[in-house]
């Protein structure tokens, strides 16, 4: 089987240009205006960020490589030990921004944790990804993919993407894209965010493909169409959880209709 298939491409480009243009729409219809974070010392939080990513790469490879060589299982079964091991790498994720976040003497707040448009926040991550999950559903047997249903597995599954997308949104866009955007602007700040998340992808494609480097640039290169609507999500609430919730239920809904995002 050729990867990627034409049916990923295609995947790739309806996810972008359907969720930028539902994010455009369901931010105008919330009324959101939000106030970009600043710091004192741009330069010096970048730099801060560039040390997150590579702390975060680092690690990402470390915790794959651990649970290829020695924490080997079978099969990758969704059950509580799946969500365990999402869990830890979690934790493991994020112990570079805790340090960072010391280091520079910055609250949550720095990292888009805030009561600040809070509601329109939720409201703008759940109407945009159950509607592109709906155009994702109506498209699925085109895709190769079709209603997989619900079960137990699934709803592992939903753990293990909650996890996970907590952890890689205030890694992606709480911490590196505030910086970023602070430095050049939002357009740098979300593509270059989506640019180190496809690139840590990349991490999990070359473990899923034996250590093919090039399948796993593709892999992680595919992730840049979702970076992209993730990082635009964010900097229209300036919240992590219009991101978090967009990143979440759009990886599982995307899944419920055998598709990987």
């Known amino acids: 089987m050729v990867y990627p298939a034409p049916v990923d491409l295609v995947t790739f480009t309806v996810v972008l240009a359907t969720g930028l243009l539902f ?40 915790i794959y490589d651990f649970y290829d060589k020695i924490w080997v299982r079978a099969t990758l079964t969704a059950d509580p030990i799946y969500v365990l091991r999402g869990g830890i790498a979690a934790v493991v994720l994020l112990l570079p921004i805790l340090v960072a976040l010391k280091y520079s003497k910055h609250g949550l707040g720095s990292i888009a944790v805030t009561k600040r448009n809070l509601g329109k926040s939720v409201a703008l991550g759940l109407s945009v990804s159950l509607v592109m999950v709906l155009v994702i559903g109506f498209l699925s047997p085109h895709l190769g993919g079709g209603f997989v249903g619900f079960s137990i597995p699934m709803g592992y599954q939903l753990l293990s993407f909650v996890i996970a997308g907590f952890s890689e949104e205030i890694v992606f866009r709480g911490y590196i894209q505030t910086r970023l955007t602070a430095s050049a602007g939002s357009a740098f700040g979300i593509f270059a965010g989506a640019l180190l998340y496809s690139a840590y992808n990349s991490v999990l494609g070359f473990f899923c493909f034996s250590g093919n480097l090039q399948l796993a640039v593709v892999f992680g290169a595919l992730r840049f169409a979702p970076g992209v609507v993730y990082g635009y999500t964010f900097s229209k609430s300036q919240n992590f959880i219009s991101s978090f919730i967009l990143h979440t239920v759009l990886v599982w809904g995307a899944l419920l209709f055998g598709l990987y995002l």
Do not use: T, Y
């Not at 801060?48 to 790469?57: D, K, P, T």
């Open 23 to 62: 994010v455009f729409l369901f931010s105008k219809i919330l009324r959101l205006k939000p106030q970009k974070l600043d710091f004192a010392n741009k330069s010096k939080e970048v730099m801060l960020s560039a040390a997150v990513f590579v702390a975060v790469f680092v690690s990402a490879f470390g």
